[in-house]
């Protein structure tokens, strides 16, 4: 039986959920932990949406969990969500949301390089070669400590913190292609997101969060903003995602990498009060332009993975 094809309707909604909600997850994040500790906040986040995608991964397969397969969610929830995330919610009290995006969005960049020095790792292209000196040239002008362009320069504990992310994310992703996972996505994702929530609580403890943690003292737009995270950023962000993934395939798919940090600089502008600078406007044109050069190559498109 041919697969149905999916209405205008589906695809506007699925487009508009990986494309506006993934990229309003960086301002979000930035409104939850005005009063809730990073990591705690991260965790409780990662923890309840696994409990919810589970439950979607149990909807659509009957899988069996082995236990070898929770080693490997463990490693790449470790990678992904403690380091990646996890680095991404401690920057953003430090950077604004849309430099944040815009940094995070250098993920392609590292996962290329890190699949090339892999002994059975692809040798990159000349086009995706152009894209890593884009790439590179677009986060220079960002957090360069030098005046390159206008505008504020960025905290460099913040950008560390970042670059951090940034390369944990794709070292996760990179592992996460010989990692003996379930074959259905949702389930994979909910283990992975269950492991990431657990190391999250377990990191909010060892720097003392919870002596700063009370319930009573989180403002309404931080629990609001808690909330959007796990329905909205994790749960119809990622399987929007994964229906979009069987839809229109990979390549249309991962197009939000270079959208989401447009939607994050726009809306930390408009909603945030963040000041978009000809620093920020430079640097994301070389980065997005970067991007684009890296993620249409059908070698980089068998790995990619994402998380929000």
């Known amino acids: 039986m041919d697969k149905k094809t999916p209405s205008r309707y589906q695809l506007i909604s699925a487009f508009a959920a990986v494309y506006i909600i993934w990229g309003s997850t960086y301002l979000a994040i930035k409104f939850a932990i005005i009063s809730f500790p990073p990591f705690l906040m991260a965790g409780f986040r990662f923890l309840i949406s696994s409990v919810i995608i589970f439950g979607i991964a149990r909807f659509f397969s009957k899988e069996k969990i082995?236990?070898?397969?929770?080693?490997?969610a463990f490693i790449i929830g470790g990678a992904l969500l403690l380091g990646g995330n996890g680095g991404v919610v401690w920057a953003e009290q430090y950077v604004p949301s849309g430099l944040t995006?815009?940094?995070v969005a250098t993920v392609p960049i590292w996962m290329v390089l890190f699949d090339?020095?892999?002994?059975?790792?692809?040798?990159?292209?000349?086009?995706?070669?152009?894209?890593l000196v884009l790439g590179f040239a677009g986060l220079l002008i960002m957090i360069s400590p030098t005046?390159?362009?206008?505008?504020?320069?960025?905290?460099?504990?913040?950008?560390?913190?970042?670059?951090?992310?940034?390369?944990?994310?794709a070292a996760g992703s990179v592992y996460s292609r010989r990692a003996?996972?379930?074959?259905?996505?949702?389930?994979?994702?909910?283990?992975e997101m269950f492991a990431g929530g657990i190391l999250l609580?377990?990191?909010?403890t060892i720097f003392g969060e919870w002596n700063n943690f009370h319930i009573a003292s989180l403002s309404t737009q931080s629990i609001t903003a808690f909330f959007y995270l796990i329905a909205f950023g994790s749960v119809i962000g990622f399987t929007s995602y994964i229906w979009l993934l069987d839809a229109v395939g990979p390549a249309r798919?991962?197009?939000?990498?270079?959208?989401?940090?447009?939607?994050?600089?726009?809306l930390g502008w408009l909603i945030g009060g963040e000041e978009i600078t000809s620093r920020?406007?430079?640097a994301a044109f070389f980065i997005i332009l970067g991007v684009v050069f890296i993620i249409t190559k059908k070698e980089f498109l068998r790995f990619k993975r994402k998380i929000k």
């Open 66 to 72: 082995k236990l070898n397969f929770w080693k490997d």
């Open 101 to 103: 995006a815009l940094i």
């Open 116 to 131: 090339w020095l892999h002994p059975h790792g692809n040798k990159p292209t000349w086009k995706i070669i152009i894209g």
């Open 147 to 169: 005046t390159i362009l206008s505008g504020e320069k960025v905290n460099l504990y913040g950008a560390g913190a970042l670059l951090f992310a940034t390369c944990s994310w």
């Open 180 to 191: 003996d996972l379930p074959k259905s996505k949702f389930l994979t994702v909910a283990m």
């Open 201 to 204: 609580l377990l990191a909010g």
């Open 253 to 266: 798919a991962s197009t939000y990498a270079y959208v989401n940090p447009v939607i994050a600089v726009l």
């Open 280 to 282: 920020i406007f430079f």
